[in-house]
């Protein structure tokens, strides 16, 4: 796992978009899985600069989404698709038949869930997975407590999860209970991850994360597991690090070898 540390929101998500950028660069038709949140935002903000300056194109891009509320229509203000459509895919030269989100109107969930899992192997699986974390170091919804080895499902939110997300809602009451989310398994079988955590407000969690016990209480520390990680932190997300010297060093070695991303 490579713990990048910077000054602030905007210089980790210029890194992280730097890092996207190489891996289009490398593949053209890469498969792209995505978050929402305000963690990505920047990242997703730069992406658009990149695309606009035609360095690179994601024409044959196909993305898919880690959840969606249950309940909520694509155009509704607060759905994710809206969300991706606003703050991406409006801005950048891809199909949005080749973008997929989770539908928070399935009828037969199982069934819709069964297919998304299909859909992403069918593709050849996710090459490179966007994620955030959240206050109880969930990744996707996968709420303290779901098996490592979980896959698409739906989920009853946790009532941290409920209130943490009512600001983007009129009132708590607003913030829809439930949604179909990848699992950790899926997210696991991805070939690469890149996390962003930013603000003092993610400090113990990410400490957890990273330096803690894997869990299932703590989904997101499932990342330990996996062979290909970065994670992109600013100074205050990073503040409760044990081994912040060594990530540090790390990459300042890095930088003398003329590693990149």
């Known amino acids: 796992m490579r713990v990048i ?11 992280a978009a730097e890092l996207v950028k190489n891996r289009i660069l490398n593949k053209s038709n890469l498969i792209l899985g995505l978050a929402t949140g305000s963690s990505p935002l920047g990242l ?5 600069k990149i695309c606009e300056n035609k360095e690179i194109t994601f024409k044959k891009i196909r993305t898919f989404n880690l959840d969606e509320y249950y309940g909520l229509s694509p155009d509704h203000l607060q759905s994710y698709r809206y969300f991706m ?4 895919f409006n801005h950048i030269d891809i199909d949005k038949k080749n973008t997929y989100v989770p539908d928070g109107l399935a009828k037969d969930i199982d069934k819709f869930c069964n297919d998304y899992e299909k859909k992403i192997k069918n593709t050849g699986g996710i090459d490179l997975q966007v994620i955030g974390i959240g206050g109880d170091g969930h990744i996707g919804f996968n709420e303290p407590g779901t098996s490592l080895a979980s896959r698409t499902h739906l989920v009853i939110l946790d009532e941290q999860t409920i209130g943490d997300n009512a600001r983007f809602f009129n009132s708590v009451d607003e913030v829809p209970k439930a949604a179909i989310t990848m699992g950790v398994g899926t997210v696991l079988e991805t070939k690469e991850i890149i996390l962003l955590a930013n603000g003092i407000k993610k400090a113990k969690i990410i400490a957890q994360t990273l330096e803690g016990p894997v869990t299932s209480m703590i989904t997101a520390s499932s990342i330990q597991l996996h062979p290909k990680v970065t994670v992109f932190l ?15 060093f790390v990459e300042k070695q890095l930088a003398k070898m003329a590693i990149s991303l």
């Open 5 to 15: 540390i910077k000054d602030n929101y905007e210089e980790i998500s210029k890194s």
């Open 44 to 48: 997703y903000k730069e992406l658009v």
């Open 85 to 88: 459509n606003v703050n991406l």
């Open 234 to 248: 600013d100074k205050e997300a990073a503040s409760e690090l044990k081994r912040i010297s060594y990530y540090n």
